[in-house]
């Protein structure tokens, strides 16, 4: 069984996916990580030297290569991941996936976006006073994709311990 977290930028999808793993005993892996170990270079520089479209184009390939691999683990996307190249039909088609959509809402995407944006290029260079606005666009635009995971949790106000119980509730 392979269990994907899906979720916008700063919801949590790795601090909650590398719990999860440890709880269940199987691996994790982060998608945006195992994107950079592949290429050789950060998101950071993927995005400066080679383009949003490259990205998108590897980060399409590598998804499937790890959908392939026939093991067991926790996967945690990158926040646009389920937005782009049909990624959320081809996690669908999947009998041994289980997704599940952390929902956090515009409030707690904003304040943890404002702490934590250097390594993140779609928001790096906005304001504080442009991040709620961007974020409540984004997010809407989004949405969409992310509500076709088989599962939805919300995380807001809920401690780690709390979300990772959820998850593994689901699971039995
Ligand atoms: C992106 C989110 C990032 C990373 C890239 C693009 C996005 O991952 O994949 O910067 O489009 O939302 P995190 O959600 O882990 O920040």
Excluded: W
Excluded at 65 to 79: A, P, Q, Y
Excluded at 113 to 136: K, M
Aim: contains cysteine; hydrophobic residues 40%; aromatic residues 10%.
């Amino acid at each position: 069984m392979k269990i994907i977290l899906l979720g916008y930028m700063a919801s949590g999808k790795s601090t909650i996916g590398k719990q999860l793993a440890a709880t269940l005993l199987i691996p994790f892996v982060d998608l945006d990580n195992y994107i950079e170990e592949c290429e050789g270079k950060s998101i950071k520089k993927i995005f400066e030297e080679e383009g949003e479209i490259y990205f998108r184009n590897k980060e399409h390939e590598y998804l499937k290569e790890l959908l392939n691999k026939n093991e067991d683990f926790v996967l945690s996307l990158g926040g646009g991941t389920p937005c782009y190249a049909g990624n959320i039909d081809v996690i669908n088609s999947y009998t041994n996936v289980i997704s599940v959509y952390l929902r956090a809402n515009i409030g707690t995407l904003v304040n943890r976006l404002e702490l934590d944006r250097v390594n993140r290029p779609l928001v790096a260079s906005l304001t504080n006073e442009q991040l709620t606005e961007y974020i409540a666009k984004h997010l809407f635009e989004r949405q969409f994709y992310y509500n076709q995971a088989k599962n939805v949790i919300t995380i807001d106000s809920k401690s780690m311990e709390d979300i990772v119980d959820e998850i593994n509730s689901l699971l039995s």
